[in-house]
């Protein structure tokens, strides 16, 4: 397979998809709060988030698989100079996505194409020679069970230990 870097697939675009999930996951966080369901969400959608880019941070380094573009054998673990495994960026993006597929989809089914965007992460990672297909599978499952675990009755992680200031809400401070 040849490197498509160019259309859909450019990295820019990846860059764009990430960024923005992170950037909008953080900014309804702190707008909402976490008194309320939507709020509560956001909060579980920054705790997977955290926790699961940790996780793959963590797990880069102990696998040490090279990247396709440095290497046409997906056997190369252990080598020292790869981070292939798992995907950091599919496994945010799942993560990120779950617990707003879990609380609202069912009630909202257009949620579930949420779930379109850690694909074409996926699919475009591979395309470009980020990773290997089993590189993406295991970042979604990575982020999935992160965001299905995190998706709990309760205070999300972060949002517990912040100042009272930031649980209410910037839309309540006004």
């Given at each position: 397979?040849?490197?498509?870097?160019s259309?859909i697939?450019a990295?820019?675009n990846?860059?764009?998809?990430?960024?923005?999930?992170?950037?909008?996951?953080?900014?309804?966080a702190?707008?909402e709060g976490g008194?309320?369901?939507?709020?509560?969400?956001?909060?579980?959608s920054?705790?997977?988030?955290?926790?699961?880019g940790?996780a793959?941070?963590?797990?880069k380094?102990?696998?040490?698989?090279e990247?396709?573009?440095q290497?046409a054998d997906?056997?190369r673990?252990f080598?020292?100079?790869?981070q292939?495994f798992?995907?950091?960026?599919?496994?945010t993006t799942?993560s990120l996505?779950?617990p707003?597929?879990l609380e609202?989809?069912?009630e909202?089914?257009a949620?579930?194409?949420?779930?379109l965007?850690?694909?074409?992460?996926?699919?475009a990672r591979?395309k470009v020679?980020?990773h290997?297909?089993?590189?993406?599978i295991a970042?979604f499952?990575?982020?999935r069970?992160s965001?299905y675990?995190?998706?709990?009755?309760?205070?999300p992680l972060?949002?517990?230990v912040?100042?009272?200031?930031?649980?209410i809400g910037?839309?309540?401070?006004?």
């Open positions: 397979m040849t490197c498509d870097n259309g697939w990295r820019s990846q860059e764009f998809v990430i960024y923005s999930m992170i950037g909008v996951v953080g900014a309804g702190l707008w008194e309320e369901r939507l709020g509560k969400t956001f909060w579980q920054v705790d997977a988030g955290l926790i699961s940790g793959a941070y963590v797990l380094y102990a696998f040490s698989r990247r396709p573009d290497t997906p056997n673990w080598t020292g100079n790869g292939s798992p995907s950091g960026e599919v496994t799942s996505v779950t707003f597929v609202h989809g069912h909202h089914p949620v579930y194409a949420l779930e965007l850690p694909i074409y992460d996926a699919i591979v020679w980020g290997w297909q089993s590189d993406v970042g499952a990575l982020g069970a965001g675990f995190l998706h709990r009755p309760g205070s972060v949002w517990s912040m100042p009272h200031g930031i649980q910037f839309k309540k401070q006004f």
